[in-house]
């Protein structure tokens, strides 16, 4: 399975942007579909958006459609979130995660590899 590593987490005031990455050790990162999810404290992890494996084909929460933005490179077996006019309701660990389907799912149990998760707060 795929190993995957994010980044680019941090403290933001609303308004402003952050991009994460997610980079993934293995040879078979493109034969994955990958989904950004994401946990408030409290709350389940939730679906943010996800990505196909040809990077064609994206999907987002309804909440982050038009602010959010995924895409991928896989010559450098990494994918971003873009995140643009964060919100505080924005705060939470970010996480990846590879499933081995050609179109991604918003279903989390269908993933079988995880990062570590990090740390996005919106202040207000």
């Known amino acids: 399975q795929v190993q995957l590593v994010e980044s680019g987490g941090g403290l933001v005031q609303a308004g402003g942007s952050l991009r994460l990455s997610c980079a993934a050790s293995?040879?078979?990162?493109?034969?994955?579909?990958m989904g950004w999810f994401r946990q408030a404290p409290g709350k389940e992890r939730e679906f943010v958006g996800s990505?196909?494996?040809?990077?064609?084909?994206?999907s987002y929460q309804d909440s982050v459609k038009g602010r959010f933005t995924i895409s991928r490179d896989n010559a450098k077996n990494t994918v971003y979130l873009q995140m643009n006019s964060l919100k505080p309701e924005d705060t939470a660990v970010y996480y990846c995660?590879?499933?081995?389907?050609?179109?991604?799912?918003?279903?989390?149990?269908?993933?079988?590899?995880w990062g570590q998760g990090t740390q996005v707060t919106v202040s207000t």
């Open positions: 995660a590879a499933v081995p389907r050609s179109i991604a799912t918003p279903n989390r149990y269908e993933y079988v590899s």
């Open positions: 293995g040879r078979t990162f493109s034969t994955y579909a």
């Open positions: 990505i196909s494996r040809s990077g064609g084909i994206q």
